[in-house]
């Protein structure tokens, strides 16, 4: 069946979905995205993730392209249209259309607003966790409102594709010598006492709206969290690691840098985590 994207107020194939060449998200990365999950039948963290989407979209001086009742609406019926059952949703907001400069357009230039829909492989997901994956470790140079979650992804990318060539699932990324989160992901280590200790929040890192679920579930779990930067060092020699995202829940991390962690197994701490954030989202 032809996949159905959403662009500028139409449904229509995707084969047939473009935008403007002068829309500044292609132009200048000047635009936000969020993901959303959707398993059995319901969506995952949705509020968490339209209330970022909204703050993105203030951070950056962008207008709401539609209410947040609209915005929920065309996504059901995307999904509906695309007939799908696990899924994630792709949406992304840009500043709009307008001649090329570098400040913003005049008053009165719509936002562009676009989405798609893919299917998600929850039995892949599972493998992946029961297995565990590597990290490889790059330098951050993103630039410093990370927290915003905006299109402009270059560094990422880089980032991503050495761990790919490395065989690695994620790249953890370091700056002044402590790591702040993956490319696509938060990261996480287990100490020796069970703590769990993640990135603070703030301009170096994006606030996840999975790791704060897992946040969630970890006090209800009665399992510590501390949030403050750990090194690599701290990192290669902590009991589990993990990364959290929602497209990849919580992902037990068996190698940084071919450095085995938790003897190279997915962690108990971690497994726990995972079954406890699907219980959250499964209502």
């Not at 994207?5 to 936000?32: C, M, S, W």
């Not at 792709?90 to 009165?108: C, D, I, K, S, W």
Request: proline share 4%.
């Amino acid at each position: 069946m032809a996949r159905i994207a959403y662009v500028n107020g139409a449904y229509t194939p995707l084969k047939d979905a473009f935008v403007h060449i002068e829309d500044r998200g292609y132009q200048f990365a000047d635009g936000i995205y969020e993901v959303v999950v959707r398993v059995g039948g319901r969506f995952w963290d949705l509020d968490g993730h339209l209330a970022r989407w909204s703050r993105s979209l203030k951070e950056l001086s962008i207008a709401e392209p539609m209410s947040e009742r609209a915005l929920r609406l065309i996504i059901h019926r995307l999904v509906e249209k695309n007939r799908l059952g696990d899924c994630y949703i792709y949406m992304q907001a840009t500043r709009g259309v307008a001649p090329r400069n570098h400040t913003f357009p005049l008053e009165g230039t719509r936002p562009s607003l676009v989405m798609t829909v893919k299917p998600l492989d929850m039995n892949k997901l599972n493998a992946n966790a029961q297995k565990g994956i590597s990290v490889i470790t790059e330098p951050d140079i993103r630039w410093d409102r990370v927290d915003i979650k905006s299109v402009g992804l270059l560094a990422n990318t880089l980032a991503k594709e050495n761990a790919k060539k490395a065989g690695s699932g994620e790249a953890w990324l370091v700056r002044d010598g402590k790591i702040t989160e993956g490319g696509s992901s938060n990261a996480w280590i287990v100490d020796k006492s069970g703590a769990l200790i993640t990135h603070p929040l703030g301009h170096e890192i994006l606030g996840g709206v999975t790791r704060q679920a897992v946040i969630a579930c970890a006090e209800k779990l009665q399992i510590r969290v501390i949030e403050r930067a750990f090194s690599v060092d701290e990192a290669e020699n902590a009991s589990e690691a993990f990364i959290t995202s929602a497209t990849n829940l919580v992902t037990p991390v068996t190698a940084i840098d071919g450095v085995k962690i938790g003897g190279g197994k997915p962690g108990t701490v971690a497994l726990r985590l995972r079954e406890a954030y699907i219980a959250y989202n499964a209502g």
